[in-house]
């Protein structure tokens, strides 16, 4: 195996296992009401350093191991002092973690020479971009286009009290679907785009006697094949613009 490869699954490892396995919810409740006096934020930092330094197994080499059971402390001592505790800070935290770990990478294979080279290289790469550029383009341009082109329906939706629906979910539920049949189309699976119209089509099952239910339904399948469509177009524009 690549040894720059064998390393950085080592250290991923090694913060899987700290961050996750070995973190139990009781040692997660002491850590939020101690914050920096609980015993386990020690235990737990002291964890992350040494199963880095258990499975990169370089015995004389203490340097990267001190450097993350330190900076691990300090990412969670940070999210212990914030207001809350959502899925926003969890992901900030897992970035900060990862980053961590990215430099202790870079340090281990003495890479960081190659880090200009790289990101010249993934900027002059027509068909990198092409990829960023469409994923983007039907992640949030095509989701605020939808969202105006169908408003006058949702309003119309919205004046019966009886529609209940999740805050922003239509928005999470339209950027998987775009990005699921992004990916289909560039990896020439169109008959996999048919299951998730068949999936959708379920809600045409809805209650006919909820009041506003077809209604609802007729405006979930308009906004479903507007975003498929412009989707498949901008698959099929990037087809001829890869190589």
Do not use: C
Request: proline content about 2%.
């Amino acid at each position: 195996m690549n040894e720059t490869l064998l390393i950085a699954l080592q250290l991923l490892l090694a913060h899987v296992l700290t961050d996750f396995l070995l973190q139990p919810a009781k040692a997660i409740k002491q850590k939020r009401k101690h914050k920096a006096k609980a015993p386990f934020l020690y235990i737990h930092s002291f964890t992350a350093g040494f199963l880095t330094y258990l499975f990169l197994q370089q015995w004389t080499s203490f340097l990267v191991p001190v450097f993350i059971m330190v900076t691990h402390f300090g990412i969670d001592l940070w999210k212990l002092y914030q207001k809350k505790d959502n899925l926003r800070y969890f992901l900030i935290d897992q970035f900060l973690h990862l980053f961590i770990l990215l430099l202790a990478w870079l340090y281990l294979t003495e890479n960081f020479n190659s880090i200009m080279p790289f990101f010249e290289t993934f900027f002059n790469s027509q068909n990198t971009l092409v990829i960023l550029l469409g994923y983007l383009i039907v992640i949030f341009p095509f989701g605020f286009i939808i969202g105006k082109a169908t408003q006058r329906w949702q309003e119309e939706i919205e004046k019966d009290d009886k529609i209940n629906s999740l805050e922003k979910a239509g928005r999470y539920i339209g950027i998987f679907e775009r990005i699921l049949v992004l990916t289909f189309v560039l990896t020439n699976n169109i008959a996999a785009i048919g299951f998730l119209i068949a999936a959708k089509s379920i809600l045409r099952f809805s209650d006919k006697g909820q009041s506003g239910g077809r209604k609802q339904t007729e405006y979930v399948l308009i906004g479903t094949l507007m975003s498929f469509a412009l989707t498949i177009i901008v698959g099929f524009l990037m087809h001829t613009l890869l190589f």
